[in-house]
């Protein structure tokens, strides 16, 4: 299906440029407006988005849109991704709307929007959305008595911060964890430290600042080093690093080594399945999940399902499958009893949860399997489709034919920036790191 504004993951470029502009932003709400409006009720979207300075550019330009559709347009203002999936549900809404590009620097932006049951939209909404973009956006424009209001929900932390806490088992507190939580200077910068205190942890915050232009600059899930010395030196026994929007996080244990999302997820999946919690038999996980973690279930009776990378994937095949455990090994990880999309922060509070019950310390609790080496590279490209030329391929065919079968190999571009993304796995740890450079050599040459 051809696509002119969606992604992978809503729609997303660089602000002011593009589809990232706000007279794009008002189509899309006024067209998004007009799909949804359903029956004689009143119709109401749920507004969220990060600390960007665009942000407060893009939300007024999406609410210019849905009133003028007439929708009743709530918004939270600086929110976590999972908190508007969640709202959406709490307040009976026929929308939500994120404004945010996740881990992506401050001058990217995006809008990912949420169906009413609380689920990313299906790419054939998407598709009902595009076409109204570019077409019938004046059937969409209401009378005046019919415009819709626009509200500031005040009580929105409150809500999620209480949702969250309520995830944590009946009796259990994180009394006696020092924590350090990096917010990545994000949308979770209040509501996560905030959860953290209240259960009872001596909380350490960091990237918990943010001035419209920090976000994801050299802090959170994609740069957790900071974080991980400052575990060390105050000697706490954890710490958790979300990205922009908190729909994912990387720990570190209290030796300061990074935790990753397929550990994470080992550890989730064994401990439901001990308590008679875990439904589907295993996990849904993507292609670059670990190779140990998959070994790791099947010597427990356990399935690993893969999927294409994105966590929308994931979350359609555990909906399809009944699976309650899912994710990404970059730390997006999705828990059904729970949540609809990922959410860092329950997440972090699950891990916790298990350290707290069993005693152990985060180095223990997170080891739960020894991953089979690893190598990812990612090699910028300025247009085109780098994989196509003859000699990327046949690098390609050679390096599969050199592991034969003792290994994988997985080359793809990536849904959310201008890169291709070069992975191999296997136990020769020299030979693929010889084969991923090799191939990221030829990309090079014609990228």
């Not at 080496?373 to 910028?380: G, I």
Request: hydrophobic share 40%.
């Amino acid at each position: 299906m051809s696509r002119s504004y969606f992604g992978t993951d809503g729609i997303r470029g660089r602000v002011n440029q593009g589809l990232m502009t706000p007279d794009i932003a008002m189509r899309v709400g006024l067209a998004a407006g007009r799909a949804f409006i359903r029956g004689d009720h009143v119709h109401r979207v749920v507004i969220g988005k990060d600390t960007r300075r665009s942000g407060y550019m893009f939300e007024p330009a999406l609410a210019a849109g849905f009133t003028a559709a007439g929708m009743d347009v709530i918004m939270v203002g600086p929110m976590p991704t999972p908190a508007i999936a969640m709202l959406v549900k709490s307040l009976r809404a026929d929308l939500g709307v994120m404004i945010s590009a996740s881990h992506n620097p401050h001058y990217d932006n995006g809008i990912k929007f949420f169906g009413p049951d609380g689920y990313k939209l299906s790419d054939e909404r998407e598709a009902e959305i595009e076409q109204l973009i570019d077409g019938g956006l004046a059937a969409a424009l209401v009378e005046p008595d019919l415009i819709g209001s626009a509200t500031r929900l005040e009580d929105a932390r409150g809500r999620y911060v209480e949702f969250a806490k309520a995830t944590v088992p009946n009796g259990v507190t994180l009394d006696g964890l020092k924590v350090v939580v990096d917010c990545a200077n994000g949308a979770a910068y209040k509501v996560a430290p905030m959860v953290l205190w209240e259960l009872g942890a001596d909380v350490i915050p960091m990237g918990v600042a943010p001035n419209g232009f920090n976000i994801n600059a050299g802090c959170g899930s994609t740069h957790p080093e900071d974080m991980c010395a400052r575990v060390v030196a105050e000697g706490a026994d954890l710490g958790i690093a979300l990205d922009g929007d908190a729909d994912r996080l990387i720990l570190c244990n209290e030796k300061g080594r990074i935790v990753d999302g397929d550990q994470i997820m080992a550890l989730i999946t064994r401990n439901w399945h001990r308590r008679g919690l875990l439904k589907g038999g295993g996990l849904v996980a993507t292609v670059m999940s670990n190779l140990g973690l998959e070994r790791l279930l099947v010597g427990e009776g356990l399935s690993l399902e893969r999927t294409k990378v994105g966590d929308r994937h994931v979350v359609e095949r555990m909906r399809g499958g009944g699976f309650n455990v899912g994710g990404e090994q970059s730390g997006h990880i999705v828990l059904s009893d729970f949540t609809t999309t990922g959410d860092g922060l329950i997440s972090a509070l699950q891990v916790m949860t298990e350290i707290k019950q069993s005693g152990v310390s985060a180095s223990e609790a997170c080891s739960q399997f020894d991953p089979v080496p690893q190598v990812l590279k990612n090699v910028r490209f300025m247009g085109g489709d780098p994989l196509s030329a003859d000699k990327v391929q046949a690098c390609i065919r050679a390096a599969e034919a050199e592991l034969n079968g003792a290994g994988r190999l997985l080359i793809r571009k990536s849904g959310t920036e201008p890169l291709v993304r070069v992975m191999a796995e296997g136990d020769d740890e020299g030979k693929i790191n010889r084969l991923v450079d090799q191939i990221c050599h030829e990309i090079e040459l014609v990228a």
